[in-house]
C-alpha cells in the first residue's frame, strides 16, 4: 500500500470519466442514494477505481442511510489518508487514496462499534471485487 501513483491532469482525464474525474480529481460529490454500491451487499474488497488500491472490505460496510456506502473502518490504516476539509463552510475530514490521492469521501465520528467512525465514500471512486469463494 505505499506505491505512490502520480499522473497528471490530463492523463487522470483521459482514464476516469467525467463524472469520476470530477469527484476524485476535483473533490466532487455525488448525489445521495443514487451510487452503485450504495445498497450492495456482496462480500468482497472495494478498490479504488482510480489505482486500484484496496480501501475497504464488505465486512466492515454497514447501511448508515447517509445515501451513501459506508464502512466503519479501512481495510488497514495506511490504505487510506485523512485532512481537514474547510469548503463549503463545513469542517469535515477529508479521506483520500494514500495510493494517488484521489479524493474520496469525507469521515464522520457518528459510526457504530468498534471504531465510531463513518467513512462516508462516494462509489464512482470504487471498484468492487467480489470474494472468490462467493462466486462459485
Known amino acids: 500500500m505505499n506505491k505512490k501513483v502520480k499522473k497528471t491532469e490530463a492523463e487522470w482525464r483521459a482514464k476516469l470519466s467525467d463524472e469520476a474525474y ?10 445521495a442514494f443514487t451510487g452503485k454500491y450504495y445498497r450492495h451487499d456482496e462480500e468482497g474488497v472495494y478498490r479504488c477505481v482510480a489505482c486500484g488500491q484496496a480501501l475497504f472490505t464488505s465486512e466492515a460496510k454497514y447501511h448508515s442511510g447517509s445515501g451513501w456506502p459506508s464502512f ?13 476539509d474547510r469548503r463549503l463552510f463545513l469542517v469535515r475530514t477529508e479521506v483520500m487514496c494514500s495510493s494517488c490521492g484521489s479524493h474520496l469521501g469525507h469521515v464522520f465520528e457518528d459510526g457504530p462499534e468498534p471504531t465510531g467512525l463513518r467513512y462516508c465514500i462516494n ?14
Not at 466503519?72 to 485532512?83: D, F, I, L, R
Not at 462509489?123 to 462459485?136: G, H, R
Open 22 to 31: 470530477h469527484i476524485l480529481r476535483e473533490k466532487g460529490t455525488e448525489r
Open 72 to 84: 466503519y473502518a479501512p481495510v488497514g490504516e495506511a490504505a487510506v489518508e485523512t485532512e481537514r
Open 123 to 136: 462509489s464512482v471512486a470504487l471498484d468492487f471485487e467480489p470474494d472468490s469463494e462467493t462466486e462459485a
